[in-house]
């Protein structure tokens, strides 16, 4: 099963996707999580990408495309995957349809988190994150309620890059839902309510898909 996470900064699409990853067994490909890693190596990629986080700016996109593309052919993405920040942008999208295309892949279901933007200014500017998992808290936790990390705050969750951020994804991401919609396979999810209450919607989403699928 090939799921599609989209929402903003904020939306809680890294806590549906580690709740998908256990649920159904399949690979996070978390493009956030890819290019943090590559700044703490310190490769030249990280080296080149780690002031564009910082600023809340996006990576380009064919450095984003490189990457997705190798990520997708590696084999533990045979049984499936679910993406999570990517594609940001209209030709980011346009490239993934290829690139789909060319492994004989198709998205079964594409899970749009749905917040306000005074909410995401407000769970952003605050929120917490353990480096080891990658789970996020709101500010009044101290350790990762997973692993015992104590939290440290994203360089982009500080309040110079936040608002960046919320704007760059409205004027280039927000365009990405456009591309999706005449498909049919887009799922919109109020992502307001508790985590459980979300979760069950999410994987309602997702199994409608493999049902239809596995009847059809
Ligand atoms: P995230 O963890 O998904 O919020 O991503 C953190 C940061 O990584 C973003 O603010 C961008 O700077 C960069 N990034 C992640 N995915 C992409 C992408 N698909 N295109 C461009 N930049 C990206």
Request: glycine letters at 10%.
């Amino acid at each position: 099963m090939n799921l599609l996470l989209y929402g903003a900064p904020g939306s809680g699409k890294g806590t549906q996707a580690n709740m998908l990853r256990s649920h159904f067994g399949i690979p996070h490909i978390a493009t956030g999580d890819m290019l943090r890693a590559e700044i703490q190596a310190g490769t030249d990629l990280g080296r080149q990408a780690q002031p564009i986080l910082a600023a809340g700016k996006y990576v380009s996109d064919d450095i984003m495309i490189g990457i997705v593309r190798h990520r997708l052919g590696e084999p533990d993405c045979a049984p499936g995957f679910i993406m999570d920040g990517f594609p940001r942008t209209v030709p980011q999208a346009e490239a993934l349809d290829g690139l789909m295309t060319e492994l004989g892949k198709r998205f079964d279901r594409v899970i749009y988190l749905q917040v306000p933007v005074e909410e995401l200014l407000h769970r952003l500017s605050g929120r917490l994150v353990c480096p080891a998992c990658q789970r996020t808290y709101p500010p009044v936790t101290t350790a990762c309620e997973a692993d015992g990390s104590p939290l440290v705050q994203r360089e982009d969750d500080k309040p110079e890059a936040v608002r960046p951020r919320i704007e760059i994804y409205l004027e280039k991401t927000v365009p990405v839902l456009d591309h999706y919609r005449g498909g049919g396979l887009v799922s919109e999810i109020d992502g307001r309510g508790t985590i459980e209450d979300i979760s069950r919607q999410v994987l309602a989403a997702a199994n409608v898909r493999v049902v239809k699928r596995q009847t059809a």
